[in-house]
């Protein structure tokens, strides 16, 4: 199997924020988890640069765009080591050649495919969203995702046929052939196609952006529209306009090409994006999974809230298991949930110090005590755990998968209180042979999700070290 798992490029107009955390762990825990089932995995993250809110926020900042770019794009590429990230590629939008080749290929393409015309557009301009919204998709005439009013703006643009692809992109979505997860985003992706697709421009006058960004070819007052610029990140990484190999081996021949992003944006991803890859004859993407937003401390997160959560910050405060393991394992696959330090402490206590490290702990202590390590596994709790986390990485139900670890040291435990391996009978060998093999598999099966604190648990296991793999946090 060969699985291709990407994250949206997030802008760089600011620092990262928990919610980037929450898309690159998850995308993190599909990538290991495959690659932990043999299968060949690639995984690409990176920042999406050429957006004009990021010149906006460089001009604010008194500071030369690039310099702005580069620094912040830094700072994203940086939470690879605080959260034990495994990307292996990373794509910066404005700084690799491959991008900018790729992108003029794909314009080239749709332009060759009779998808491009020129036309004068008026309407109203989010510039957080850098999206045109129609008046009856505004909240009380602000955009849904910033609240403020949207800019009246006029101006000409290349506009996109992508009335043309409606029928395609509807059966594609219906038929399973472009999954969406969960089921309530499908829905309303559906329901946003069946109402019809009009045709979106895709350039801006190249004053507008500064000039910034990727110039049409053949048109040097306009530049390319970030958003199509974005998408196309996710094969102008694998060399899609360079000719190299790579876009073959991972996006066609790949069997699962998945996208992990944020509700925000699943109209880019599983419609716009379709209709692109449509217009030039390539594969779409297998999956598109998407997950809601967190709240801080019951406030959105935003820059302008003054709420912004430092991932790497709480790294450090907390250490990567208890950080990772609060987004997959408190975080619901619908509706926002609100990050607290109270609720990251009290689940990493009860699942990891009290629940598998205290059982790892305890058997570890047991064997060597009774049988002076000498204990041969036997199968049994836990033996069902690979297949639970299988099935609900299956639906990408992060939760769930986590829920099966605490369900199999709860079952270690019940058999620790039925059989009291710390009196002599019979049955010892067996039982901690049974809890022993348990421990070993939860120890394999959680390093997709705590990487750190799983080779911490093998380490015990095979006695190399002693003491509690998941010390109290306070
Ligand atoms: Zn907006």
Known sequence: MRFYVTTAIPYVNAAPHLGHALELVQADVLARHRRLRG????????????????VQAARAAGVPVREFVTANAARFAALREPLALSFDDFIATSADHRHAEGVRRLWRECAAAGDFYRRTYRGLYCGGCEQFYQPDEL??????????????????????????????ILRALESGRVRVVPEARRNEVLAFVRGGLADFSVSRPAARAGGWGIGV???????????????????????????DAAYRTWWTDADERVHAIGKGIVRFHAVYWLALLLSVGRSL?????????????????????????????????????ALRWWLLADVAPVGDTDFTTERLVRRANQDLAHGIGNLVHRTTSLVRRHRGGGVREVPGVGTNLPRQVDQALERYDFRAATR????????????????????????VDVVLGTLLHTCRVLATELEPFLPAGAKRLSRQLTGEASGPAFPRWE
Do not use: M
């Open 404 to 427: 099966a670890f605490t369900v199999t040291v709860d079952g270690a435990n019940r058999l620790i209180e039925a059989k009291r391996p710390w009196e002599a009978s019979e049955e």
């Open 139 to 168: 909240a009380g005439g602000a955009c849904p995702e910033h609240g403020t009013e949207p800019e009246a703006v006029e101006e000409e643009n290349w506009f996109f046929r992508l009335s043309r692809y409606q029928d395609t």
């Open 39 to 54: 299968h060949q995995v690639r995984f690409l993250t990176g920042t999406d640069d050429n957006a004009v809110k990021n």
């Open 217 to 243: 070819p053949g048109d040097p007052s306009q530049v390319v529209y970030v958003w199509w610029d974005a998408l196309a990140n996710y094969v102008t990484a694998l060399g899609y306009g360079t000719g």
């Open 285 to 321: 993407p297998t999956t598109i999974v998407v997950h809601d937003y967190l709240t801080v401390d019951g406030a959105k997160i935003a820059k302008s809230a003054g709420n912004a959560v430092d991932p790497a910050a709480l790294v450090d405060r907390w250490g990567s298991d």
